[in-house]
């Protein structure tokens, strides 16, 4: 038989040496590549510092886009991060899709009437996702402006998967956080916080702490809004209305979370709207992310 191994015939190395000795680059070296492990959404060379926080935050590589449903996989999920681009847009719609087959029991399991979950709305918004509407830029100005339905968008989406998401729109020094309650589960307790960074023009951008991470634990958030100055509190459009609520009904609520020397302290002139504020500030800043119990607005 010809062509198998045994007819091939032997090599010997004098005839290898000859062969390296007519290559005229056989002296060439290669310099040696240094492999250090990366993290996907900061990658140290085309870091971006965030000028308004302190040194070491960076924006998130620009390839993910600030979505509910990205921050979230970006939150849970170790492959999210490593993925190709195409290969996290199809992540994204398998999670819209679980997350719309999951509304109706979670409508139920945590009040969604109470948290403003409309059910139509959500559907045709949850639906759209699934579909691959989370391929488009996520309108956090619009959250901004008060429109509900995002709002409620963002609040699931935490409750889904069990993290918090602070939305820092820094033009106008105004911050928000989500989701509007928390179950009396103790995981909550460790729950890491997102972060999103929304400009005028609408362009969002996620933000990576000192240590190349997306995630933020809660002593390291309320460490960090202690060094940033003056921020306002905006209660989201989905909060609990206090149109059916007295003035001296919501100094007794923030009395009861806050002592009676800060209800003391309060302003003779406030408002009522500015009182609801003061108590979803409150209510984040020394007791949940200080693992309290409380009430919110």
């Given at each position: 038989?010809?062509?198998t191994?045994?007819d091939t015939?032997p090599?010997?190395?004098?005839?290898?040496?000859?062969?390296?000795l007519t290559n005229?680059?056989?002296n060439?070296?290669?310099?040696?590549i240094?492999?250090k492990?990366?993290n996907?959404?900061?990658v140290?060379?085309e870091?971006?510092p965030?000028?308004?926080l302190?040194?070491?935050?960076?924006?998130?590589?620009?390839?993910?886009?600030?979505?509910p449903?990205?921050l979230?996989?970006?939150?849970?999920?170790?492959?999210?991060?490593?993925?190709?681009?195409?290969?996290?847009?199809?992540?994204?719609?398998?999670?819209?899709t679980?997350?719309?087959?999951?509304?109706?029991d979670?409508?139920?399991?945590?009040?969604?009437?109470?948290?403003a979950?409309?059910?139509?709305?959500?559907?045709s918004?949850?639906?759209?996702?699934?579909?691959?509407?989370?391929?488009?830029?996520?309108?956090?100005t619009?959250?901004?402006?008060?429109?509900?339905?995002?709002?409620?968008l963002i609040d699931?989406t935490?409750?889904?998967?069990?993290?918090?998401?602070?939305?820092?729109?820094?033009e106008?020094?105004k911050?928000?956080?989500?989701?509007?309650q928390?179950?009396d589960?103790?995981?909550?307790a460790?729950?890491?916080?997102?972060?999103?960074?929304?400009?005028?023009?609408?362009?969002?951008?996620?933000l990576?702490?000192?240590?190349?991470?997306?995630?933020?634990?809660?002593?390291q958030?309320l460490?960090?809004f202690?060094?940033?100055?003056?921020?306002?509190?905006?209660?989201?459009?989905?909060?609990?209305?206090?149109?059916?609520?007295t003035?001296t009904?919501?100094?007794?609520?923030?009395?009861e979370?806050?002592?009676?020397?800060?209800?003391?302290?309060?302003?003779?002139?406030?408002?009522k709207?500015?009182?609801?504020?003061?108590?979803?500030?409150?209510?984040w800043?020394d007791?949940?992310?200080?693992?309290k119990?409380?009430v919110?607005?």
């Amino acid at each position: 038989m010809q062509g198998t191994v045994r007819d091939t015939q032997p090599v010997y190395w004098n005839d290898i040496e000859k062969v390296i000795l007519t290559n005229v680059h056989r002296n060439h070296s290669v310099d040696i590549i240094s492999i250090k492990g990366l993290n996907a959404a900061a990658v140290a060379a085309e870091a971006t510092p965030v000028n308004w926080l302190p040194s070491g935050w960076t924006y998130a590589n620009s390839s993910f886009f600030a979505t509910p449903i990205s921050l979230a996989l970006m939150a849970t999920d170790p492959l999210y991060e490593i993925s190709a681009v195409n290969t996290r847009r199809s992540m994204e719609k398998e999670a819209a899709t679980e997350l719309a087959e999951a509304f109706d029991d979670m409508y139920n399991k945590h009040n969604g009437r109470g948290r403003a979950w409309t059910k139509t709305a959500m559907n045709s918004e949850l639906t759209q996702w699934a579909a691959g509407a989370t391929e488009r830029p996520f309108d956090w100005t619009a959250v901004l402006d008060k429109r509900k339905i995002l709002s409620a968008l963002i609040d699931i989406t935490c409750v889904k998967y069990g993290i918090r998401l602070a939305v820092w729109w820094s033009e106008h020094k105004k911050l928000s956080l989500w989701p509007l309650q928390e179950s009396d589960d103790v995981s909550w307790a460790s729950a890491p916080i997102m972060n999103v960074e929304v400009l005028s023009s609408g362009e969002a951008h996620v933000l990576v702490n000192p240590d190349g991470d997306t995630k933020v634990k809660a002593a390291q958030w309320l460490a960090l809004f202690k060094t940033i100055g003056e921020w306002q509190w905006v209660r989201p459009s989905t909060a609990p209305s206090i149109s059916g609520k007295t003035l001296t009904e919501l100094k007794a609520d923030y009395g009861e979370l806050a002592g009676a020397v800060a209800l003391a302290n309060l302003a003779k002139k406030i408002d009522k709207d500015a009182l609801a504020v003061l108590i979803y500030k409150y209510g984040w800043t020394d007791i949940r992310l200080v693992n309290k119990e409380s009430v919110f607005y």
